[in-house]
């Protein structure tokens, strides 16, 4: 049911709480503390496990912000990062309920959300009194599906979160109708109630800065992505909110169409935050455009050149290939620009027509090129398995990544996201097995036609192998383990296990469904 509901009595019996609680201002929330949860999950198929030394644990954001949000309006928050900290459920859970919460606030993304829900209902089952509320993208994109699909969760946050979780809280805390608050799905009476997006933030400058304080271990607990950042301590920081473009495998449930930015002034006194009080070396920008507002984008450079050259700060981020000149690219690496991620996506401009992706493969050659030139490393990001994918596009695909002068390549699996325009259509295109814990980008679970599961599984192995056993490659690879000791202990450290997850990995993601019950605690 979308659209607003009405503001009515302050008295609702909401479902998920307590067999025969009733809601009614206090009486369910008696202290103002607090819990932010990342649940544990694993981005790979939980039977071909990635070994732990080689998994990205970046911390949430989105978390800190509103942890540190929450705080502003008086909250006790804490936050657990689940699976950056290699924790189970069971672990998760006890560390949450020893902390006496009044609110667990649950973070999920298709792939969590599930684990989220499991994690949800063993704290109520310790801790009957706790209110879950859960947000993300995925409540975003299905909003009224997913509280019906899972009733352990009370409340859903849908869009940004900031404002609704401290409208929320003071409900809570002090009676009122959350059915008066915008960007809240819940359950009232057996009926699914959606109380309609709340207008987005315009100046995100007025809000915290993360909580960094929070976290367990910062920065030294969490790491990138292996390959990703030329020093340790690294952290992570979004800028900006919002994407203008198209592309059909994209959500932008959360934060909208409209492009947002943080000031270049707030970007870098963050970027100097993390450097003076953290000792961060390496900064990996997230945001989908970093570098699409040209103004802002020389602004910070301007600003954080000086940590470049006093601290010795790299940092890292992702742009589309025609947001960059050569003009740019000399600032960003003068600013201390290390590396460029770019969505490429398909070497097939019959395949990036399809998705809507606005990009031509002419100007996807004239980026990579250019940012090679100007000594800052090129990643390509590649998907595949796309509608309408064939092995000549697939071939083109690797002839691209080889041809140009990329110095690493990631290629997920094409999965048609809820909240994506390609979700609802995308049985049109092949098989699609719509199950949430196997929406990882790493699993099959859209087939093309033409494909099997076994076969796409085996263009994928066979492109990866394409690309890095290369003597130019293996070389260059050679060296940055040379340059950065750390990866290789990464690596030395996962040996027996990554051996173990390459053999197994032919089967990965061969067999129907997945871990239906709790995973062990």
Same mark, same amino acid.
């Given at each position: 049911?979308?659209?607003?509901?009405?503001?009515?009595?302050?008295?609702?019996?909401?479902?998920?709480?307590?067999?025969?609680?009733?809601?009614?201002?206090?009486?369910?929330?008696?202290?103002?503390?607090?819990?932010?949860?990342?649940?544990?999950?694993?981005?790979?198929?939980?039977?071909?496990?990635?070994?732990?030394?080689?998994?990205?644990?970046?911390?949430?954001?989105?978390?800190?912000?509103?942890?540190?949000?929450?705080?502003?309006?008086?909250?006790?928050?804490?936050?657990?990062?689940?699976?950056?900290?290699?924790?189970?459920?069971?672990?998760?859970?006890?560390?949450?309920?020893?902390?006496?919460?009044?609110?667990?606030?649950?973070?999920?993304?298709? @792939?969590?959300? @599930?684990?989220?829900?499991?994690?949800?209902?063993?704290? =109520?089952?310790?801790?009957?009194?706790?209110?879950?509320?859960?947000?993300?993208?995925?409540?975003?994109?299905?909003?009224?599906?997913?509280?019906?699909?899972?009733?352990?969760?009370?409340?859903?946050?849908?869009?940004?979160?900031?404002?609704?979780?401290?409208?929320?809280?003071?409900?809570?805390?002090?009676?009122?109708?959350?059915?008066?608050?915008?960007?809240?799905?819940?359950?009232?009476?057996?009926?699914?109630?959606?109380?309609?997006?709340?207008?987005?933030?315009?100046?995100?400058?007025?809000?915290?800065?993360?909580?960094?304080?929070?976290?367990?271990?910062?920065?030294?607990?969490?790491?990138?992505?292996?390959?990703?950042?030329?020093?340790?301590?690294?952290?992570?920081?979004?800028?900006?909110?919002?994407?203008?473009?198209?592309?059909?495998?994209?959500?932008?449930?959360?934060?909208?169409?409209?492009?947002?930015?943080?000031?270049?002034?707030?970007?870098?006194?963050?970027?100097?935050?993390?450097?003076?009080?953290?000792?961060?070396?390496?900064?990996?920008?997230?945001?989908?455009?970093?570098?699409?507002?040209?103004?802002?984008?020389?602004?910070?450079?301007?600003?954080?050149?000086?940590?470049?050259?006093?601290?010795?700060?790299?940092?890292?981020?992702?742009?589309?290939?025609?947001?960059?000149?050569?003009?740019?690219?000399?600032?960003?690496?003068?600013?201390?620009?290390?590396?460029?991620?770019?969505?490429?996506?398909?070497?097939?401009?019959?395949?990036?027509?399809? @998705?809507? =992706?606005?990009?031509?493969?002419?100007?996807?050659?004239?980026?990579?090129?250019?940012?090679?030139?100007?000594?800052?490393?090129?990643?390509?990001?590649?998907?595949?398995?796309?509608?309408?994918?064939?092995?000549?596009?697939?071939?083109?695909?690797?002839?691209?990544?080889?041809?140009?002068?990329?110095?690493?390549?990631?290629?997920?699996?094409?999965?048609?996201?809820?909240?994506?325009?390609?979700?609802?259509?995308?049985?049109?295109?092949?098989?699609?097995?719509?199950?949430?814990?196997?929406?990882?980008?790493?699993?099959?679970?859209?087939?093309?036609?033409?494909?099997?599961?076994?076969?796409?599984?085996?263009?994928?192995?066979?492109?990866?192998?394409?690309?890095?056993?290369?003597?130019?490659?293996?070389?260059?690879?050679?060296?940055?383990?040379?340059?950065?000791?750390?990866?290789?202990?990464?690596?030395?450290?996962?040996?027996?296990?990554?051996?173990?997850?390459?053999?197994?990995?032919?089967?990965?993601?061969?067999?129907?469904?997945?871990?239906?019950?709790?995973?062990?605690?």
């Amino acid at each position: 049911m979308e659209g607003s509901c009405g503001r009515g009595s302050s008295v609702l019996v909401v479902g998920g709480f307590p067999p025969g609680a009733v809601y009614m201002g206090a009486s369910l929330v008696k202290k103002k503390s607090i819990v932010f949860v990342n649940p544990p999950y694993t981005v790979w198929d939980e039977r071909v496990r990635l070994p732990r030394a080689l998994e990205n644990t970046m911390p949430s954001l989105g978390l800190l912000g509103l942890a540190a949000v929450v705080r502003e309006a008086g909250w006790e928050p804490h936050v657990v990062e689940a699976g950056a900290l290699g924790l189970s459920l069971g672990e998760t859970a006890r560390l949450v309920v020893s902390k006496d919460p009044a609110v667990l606030a649950v973070r999920a993304s298709t @792939v969590s959300v @599930v684990n989220g829900a499991r994690l949800a209902a063993m704290v =109520k089952e310790a801790a009957p009194h706790v209110t879950v509320v859960l947000g993300g993208p995925h409540v975003s994109a299905v909003p009224a599906e997913t509280m019906e699909r899972l009733p352990v969760f009370d409340f859903g946050v849908v869009g940004e979160g900031e404002l609704t979780l401290v409208e929320l809280l003071s409900v809570l805390d002090g009676g009122g109708d959350p059915a008066g608050i915008r960007g809240l799905v819940f359950v009232k009476g057996g009926e699914t109630v959606v109380t309609g997006r709340r207008p987005y933030i315009e100046d995100l400058d007025g809000l915290p800065m993360p909580a960094w304080d929070l976290l367990d271990g910062f920065p030294g607990a969490y790491r990138p992505p292996l390959l990703s950042y030329r020093a340790l301590p690294a952290a992570s920081l979004v800028t900006s909110r919002g994407c203008p473009y198209g592309c059909t495998f994209c959500d932008r449930s959360v934060f909208g169409r409209r492009y947002r930015g943080f000031g270049a002034a707030y970007v870098a006194s963050m970027a100097e935050r993390l450097v003076t009080a953290y000792g961060v070396r390496h900064i990996l920008f997230y945001d989908d455009l970093f570098s699409v507002s040209k103004d802002r984008l020389v602004e910070v450079c301007r600003r954080l050149r000086p940590l470049a050259e006093g601290h010795g700060l790299t940092w890292s981020c992702d742009a589309r290939v025609e947001s960059v000149t050569a003009g740019t690219l000399a600032q960003m690496k003068a600013a201390g620009c290390w590396e460029i991620a770019y969505g490429v996506e398909s070497g097939s401009q019959e395949i990036l027509d399809r @998705v809507a =992706k606005g990009t031509r493969l002419e100007e996807v050659e004239r980026a990579v090129r250019l940012t090679h030139e100007a000594g800052i490393k090129v990643k390509g990001l590649f998907m595949m398995g796309h509608p309408g994918e064939t092995p000549r596009t697939i071939r083109m695909t690797v002839e691209l990544a080889r041809r140009l002068p990329f110095d690493h390549i990631n290629i997920s699996r094409f999965t048609p996201y809820p909240g994506t325009a390609v979700y609802r259509e995308a049985s049109r295109w092949g098989e699609f097995r719509e199950d949430w814990e196997r929406m990882n980008a790493m699993t099959a679970v859209f087939v093309p036609r033409g494909f099997t599961e076994a076969s796409l599984t085996r263009a994928y192995r066979r492109a990866i192998l394409d690309f890095y056993v290369r003597p130019s490659v293996l070389w260059r690879l050679a060296k940055d383990l040379v340059r950065n000791p750390d990866t290789a202990r990464r690596l030395l450290a996962a040996q027996g296990e990554l051996i173990g997850s390459l053999v197994r990995m032919p089967f990965h993601g061969l067999r129907e469904g997945g871990r239906k019950g709790p995973p062990a605690a």
